[in-house]
């Protein structure tokens, strides 16, 4: 079990799936972590299941301190109220998980259509809600961690090598993604800040299980739980060496393999392939 005992962390889309498996394997290793979403009480986003309020307290019982906080990561003022409470709370954050994404609302069968039968509000979402959430959120991380001349930005970004994500707005979006957290990797290189980004594989979330189940099918023998992303992320922070990463792309397979660890029913799965060609 990593020690993060003294890592404070903010997880950002926490409410369910990947958020969710991340920042309860943080707590797991003891860490501080604010979970943050719209998903509170009853109030839930496309009546998913999940709230930040939920996420939190797993993040206590696993060991960890949860702190849930409402917030809408388009609203600017938002976000920036919560890293007034984080610096006014601790004075200090160490890891940033630039998780949010909105890019799957709304998502049915035009996901895949060709670019010219794509609802602009899907690129709408992907990027005010992906893309610039990463963006606004690191920009307010930064002067934390380059004022204590250390910290680890995550962005949770999909892809594999330069083969295309099956659709044009998903592919553009998280090919920025991963430009973006390389390129603040080149400018935070002196202050000794690391950014990365990390692969999840085919992951079962509440929204896929519940894709397969509407039309009945079983899931993929290759899927893996949230968690597993969530013991990659743990291992990158507990890793005094981390620094030597920055600017890197990892599939969560592959860091399972590096780090030693096992997704939660004991397996390893292999990293995921993408079915599709490079562009």
């Known amino acids: 079990m990593r020690d993060l005992s003294d890592t404070v962390a903010l997880v950002t889309g926490a409410s369910r799936g990947v958020g969710r498996g991340i920042a309860e394997e943080l707590g797991a290793a003891g860490a501080t972590v604010y979970v943050t979403g719209r998903s509170v009480a009853d109030d839930t986003t496309e009546e998913m299941p999940g709230t930040v309020t939920e996420t939190a ?3 206590t019982e696993a060991g960890g301190e ?12 938002a976000v920036e109220k919560l890293f007034d409470r984080i610096e006014g709370d601790h004075g200090r954050l160490d890891l940033l998980v630039n998780n949010v994404w909105g890019g799957y609302e709304g998502h049915d069968e035009t996901f895949g259509y060709p670019f010219w039968k794509q609802p ?35 962005g949770i970004s999909a892809g594999d090598g330069e083969k295309f994500r099956g659709s044009v707005p998903y592919d553009v979006a ?12 080149y400018e935070l290189e002196p202050d000794g800040v690391t950014s990365l980004v990390v692969y999840p594989g085919f992951t079962r979330t509440e929204r896929v299980v519940s894709s397969f189940d509407s039309v009945g099918e079983e899931l993929p023998d290759d899927t893996h739980s949230p968690e597993f992303v969530g013991r990659a992320v743990a291992a990158l922070a507990a890793d005094e060496d981390v620094f030597s990463k920055t600017g890197g792309i990892f599939k969560v397979g592959d860091l399972a393999r590096e780090y030693d660890f096992t997704d939660t029913d004991g397996s390893q799965p292999e990293p995921y392939d993408l079915p599709t060609d490079p562009v």
């Open 120 to 154: 602009i509000d899907r690129w709408d979402r992907m990027f005010d809600a992906g893309v610039r959430a990463h963006f606004t959120t690191s920009q307010l991380a930064a002067p934390l961690m380059r004022a204590q001349q250390d910290g680890l930005i995550v």
């Open 57 to 59: 307290t797993l993040v």
């Open 66 to 77: 949860g702190i849930a906080v409402e917030c809408d990561h388009t609203d600017d003022s």
């Open 174 to 185: 998280k090919t920025a993604v991963d430009r973006l957290h390389q390129g603040m990797a």
